[in-house]
């Protein structure tokens, strides 16, 4: 379906069983380097198995993961990762959090911190580079968050419901930040939400998935020009494709 | 700033005052017996006019409870990680450290004697008996409850198991670190004068006491309470001190600018 030239992520036959809960069935599935995928569907799905496979945390029952043609299957240290839960440290400023992943691996050095310092001024948090998480709002320290992702250099970024626990209002800001950072950077993102007003609005291409057992039911193309904005979200392509999504969700509840 | 120092400061030291008030009062108004109890200017007397004698034993007291505090300090670490990081070892020593703290430490002192002979040395251990407990049990309980999430995050960015420690699972557990060393430091005085009442072949503070006691000096055996006392919180206000200045994050909402070469402030 994809032309497979600029395939970055590739999954094949990935599956895994945790007892007698198939989590997710085998699986294949491919990323273009780029893209901004959105997976979306409801818990028990698979998709948090699918991206602790990914990340290599955990090892699957049989299959491949392929990154740029090379095998990482059960490997870490190859993507970038972000959940819901910030994960910022306490005990370590705004920019020494940001730097985080480079001291857990190797000395920080200068560049390291000043590549960091670059980016949060960049992107809105260049004043609070010496302040610690705890003065920090939730909209913020997601930024910090995904900052911290985005100073690993690496090509692939997972992020799990990164917006989940924020309201309404600061969610809509985060997404449509996260989409200029991602124009700017051009990495690859790997997007898990159950929303799909924000699967949609933020993806190229959306992979809808259902539970029992986890599994991929469909595969759409995102239609939506960008750069999106408010505007976007009334347009009837994206009413369209939100009642296709709500479909598949539900007809597979039923 | 200056009204949290006033606060901190001040009303602990005002709540102290209120104790020797009382004290004054009660001994005042039921007529106390000096024999029974002193007033507190009596016991603060009895350690003034005796200083030149009592300094050098203050010295011995605070010398066994560093010794013993620091080396029970670093066991008790050394042990919570090694038992958080090895099952087997837990489930083999954990029974053993328990049993060890229901060991009566004032039974135990003679035989450490016996063992050791008089001089610094079962001092020493009696105070690291009783301190390495609390730092052992409460850095075992730390390590225990850091956010896998945040261990599986630094999995991910392919930190070896070290960094993740050094880096993550230490600074998650710095505060029932200092719990247990704060508990260590109110006993470790406790340790030192057991150890000295068993083990003193010559001159120590608790030996002072006894001597005191059997002269019915009671204001020089309230007085030397007293230092024993105040040696034990200055300990324990080192340890409140070190774990204020190494937690900078849970007073303060910005970082002091930091005096690493290289590091320049940000440019707001």
């Not at chain 1, 290599?56 to 490997?75: K, W």
């Not at chain 2, 009783?130 to 999995?155: C, E, M, Q, S, Y």
């Not at chain 2, 072949?201 to 309470?225: F, I, K, P």
């Amino acid at each position: 379906m994809v032309p497979v030239s600029t395939t970055l992520l590739e999954l094949r036959e990935v599956g895994k069983v945790f007892g007698d809960t198939v989590a997710l069935a085998p699986t294949s599935l491919a990323i273009e380097e780029g893209s901004f995928v959105a997976i979306v569907g409801p818990s028990g799905c698979g998709k948090s198995t699918m991206f602790n496979v990914i990340a290599g945390l955990l090892r699957p029952d049989g299959g491949d993961v392929v990154l740029r043609g090379a095998p990482i299957t059960a490997s870490t240290g190859h993507v970038g990762y972000m959940l819901q839960k910030d994960l910022l440290v306490p005990w370590r400023t705004v920019e020494d959090n940001i730097t985080m992943a480079t001291r857990l691996t190797r000395r920080v050095t200068d560049e390291d911190r000043a590549e960091a310092r670059r980016v949060a001024h960049q992107y809105g948090l260049g004043e609070f580079l010496r302040h610690y998480p705890s003065a920090l709002s939730g909209g913020m320290r997601q930024r910090v968050a995904f900052m911290r992702t985005l100073v690993t250099h690496q090509e692939l970024l997972l992020l799990d419901e990164p917006f989940g626990a924020l309201d309404a209002q600061t969610r809509l800001e985060m997404q449509e930040w996260l989409l200029r950072v991602w124009k700017d950077t051009g990495r690859t993102v790997l997007f898990i939400t159950h929303d799909v007003d924000e699967s949609i609005f933020l993806s190229d291409r959306i992979v809808v998935m259902s539970p029992r057992p986890g599994r991929v039911v469909a595969d759409l193309a995102n239609p939506l020009a960008r750069p999106r904005g408010i505007h976007t979200l009334l347009e009837p392509d994206f009413i369209a494709l939100k009642a296709k999504v709500l479909g598949l969700l539900h007809g597979e509840e039923a | 700033m200056r009204r949290r120092v006033l606060l901190n400061v001040g009303v602990p030291i005002l709540s102290l005052l209120l104790v020797l008030g009382v004290w004054q009062l009660v001994v005042v108004g039921f007529h106390v017996a000096s024999y029974i109890a002193p007033r507190p200017r009596e016991a603060i007397t009895s350690v003034t006019s005796q200083w030149s004698t009592l300094w050098p034993l203050i010295l011995g007291t605070i010398r066994e409870t560093i010794y013993g505090y620091l080396i029970g300090a670093v066991l008790g670490f050394a042990l919570g990680v090694v038992m958080a990081k090895i099952p087997v070892v837990q489930r083999l020593v954990y029974p053993v450290i328990l049993v060890s703290q229901a060991v009566p430490v004032i039974a135990l002192a003679p035989v450490l004697v016996i063992i050791l002979g008089f001089g610094i040395v079962p001092k020493i251990v009696i105070v690291t008996w009783i301190v390495f407990f609390p730092v052992t049990v409460n850095v075992l309980d730390g390590l225990g409850h850091v956010d896998p999430d945040l261990k599986n995050l630094a999995r991910v960015y392919g930190a070896s198991r070290w960094r993740t420690f050094v880096q993550i699972e230490v600074p998650a557990s710095t505060t029932p670190l200092f719990s247990g060393l704060k508990i260590g430091a109110i006993y470790a005085v406790t340790g030192a004068i057991i150890g000295e009442l068993a083990a003193s072949e010559g001159n120590s503070l608790a030996l002072y006491q006894e001597h005191a006691n059997s002269n019915l000096n009671t204001a020089a055996v309230y007085g030397t309470t007293i230092v024993m006392t105040l040696i034990g919180i200055a300990w324990f206000l080192l340890v409140v001190a070190l774990e204020v200045w190494s937690t900078p994050w849970q007073r303060r909402s910005v970082a002091r600018r930091r005096w690493r070469r290289g590091a320049g402030g940000a440019a707001g």
